[in-house]
């Protein structure tokens, strides 16, 4: 993790340069493969497993680089009852990614996944009333849930119905995202450091994770294949313990609202990375749907 992000923000963003677009990139081109590096170790490493040691992991990456970089641990800053509500919330999250990743495909959870700032949008009308919505974002709104509707009712060969409960798993994960951010936002935790309410969520969601994957008997049956063992840590070790953290020293560093509109981008990646590693299929309506809900999202998060 090369860049700190401190708790109080620059009075005056940057502009974006060549540099963090570069890195933004990355990290969307990390994220959309992250759903494929899933379904690769589906065979040898339960899902839950696979999160809970993701988590495990990733936690003590960022408890170590915090150590090193001198950040405060200190639970008194009134940061621990939201830190605890936005570690539960993480786990949730996950758990809907990882099972439904059983029963849909990595391209569809792709899509449905990156509608976090849908959600995010509806729940700032009530509990971020500073940020009201304006035409232009209620369109985006409509724009997102055509988008829905076209991707779930995309006709396809041998479409099994666990693959619709694989989706809205994923679209609730979606949701309980959104809500982690609103947790963010309008509490302490947007006052601290990004490392900190980063550990947060993996302290909290890693044992919550433990628990699911013992309440419904997953196990390994055998030594995972190295396949499965290098999915796993590039989940744990790049996705979990390095680009979280970066992300969040990009929005302090830049303009929020810019960085977060490259995250657009995250999705496509996933539909490439699902159809070129894992041959699944991406048909036109499909793409329309992807369509829609980009310009869907870009609309919604939009200044008024």
Known sequence: MS?????????????????????????????GFNQVAVKLALHDIPPLTQSAIRSAGAAVIVAAWMRARGLSFDLRDGTLVPGIVAGVLFGLEFLLIYRGLVWTTATRAALFLYMAPFFVALGARWFLPGERLGPSQWLGLALSFAGVVVAIGVPRPAVDRWEVVGDVMIVCAAAAWGATTLVIKASALARTSAEKTLLYQLVVSAPLLGVGALALGERMDGLPSALALGALAYQTLWVGGVTFGVWFALIVRYSASRVSAFTFLTPLFGVAAGHLVLGEPIGVAFAAAIALVVAGLVLVNRRG
Request: hydrophobic share 60%; glycine share 0%; proline share 10%.
């Open 3 to 31: 860049v700190s992000s401190q708790a109080a923000a620059p009075a005056a963003p940057r502009p974006l340069d060549t540099a963090a677009i570069a890195i933004i990139l990355v990290l969307s081109f990390s994220w």
